[in-house]
């Protein structure tokens, strides 16, 4: 049975992990974060572009309305849809990142946590919040009142 104030059978060491293995998983984890943070650029990059895109038509319609036929016109040529990257919009360099680099990123790092601490996710940030948090203290419970010791 689990003390009422101790991590949850999820954030619990594996026996036989040793310090050296819940430190690298947790530099593994810390990298996957900044990948996940790349990816959420790489949507923000993919939103941002298609939002000045549709602007742009916008932009090209209102100097038809205003009599600037030719500069709409320009604008439409060059500019309205055009690849950002040769042969790509953006939705097909999130799909290349996912496909090429992402997915196989999460399976390593899902791969090293199987092997090495039972698929067990965040053990490194878990001892870190035991050793940090303030024991019995209010708002430093080690899980929430809900969860139970399992």
């Known amino acids: 049975m689990t ?9 619990r060491r594996p026996e036989n992990v040793s ?5 690298a998983l947790g530099k593994l984890s810390e990298a996957l974060e900044v990948v996940e943070h790349a990816r959420g650029l790489l949507y923000g990059f993919h939103r941002l572009t298609g939002k000045a895109d549709l602007a742009l038509g916008e932009a090209a319609e209102l100097m038809r309305v205003a009599g600037h036929g030719a500069i709409a016109d320009g ?3 060059t500019l309205i849809g055009r690849n950002v990257i040769d042969g790509r919009w953006t939705f097909q360099i999130i799909e290349d990142y996912d496909s090429n680099y992402y997915t196989t990123f999460v399976a390593a790092e899902r791969e090293a946590r199987q092997t090495l601490a039972e698929g067990k996710k965040h053990l490194y940030e878990a001892e870190m919040k035991e050793d940090r948090r303030s024991h019995g203290m209010p708002h ?4 929430p009142p809900h969860v139970q010791g399992s």
Do not use: C, M, S, Y
Request: aromatic share 0%; proline share 10%.
């Open 19 to 23: 310090d050296e293995t819940i430190a």
């Open 3 to 11: 003390a009422p104030d101790a991590p949850d059978q999820a954030h």
């Open 140 to 143: 430093h419970e080690a899980r």
């Open 75 to 77: 604008l439409e040529k």
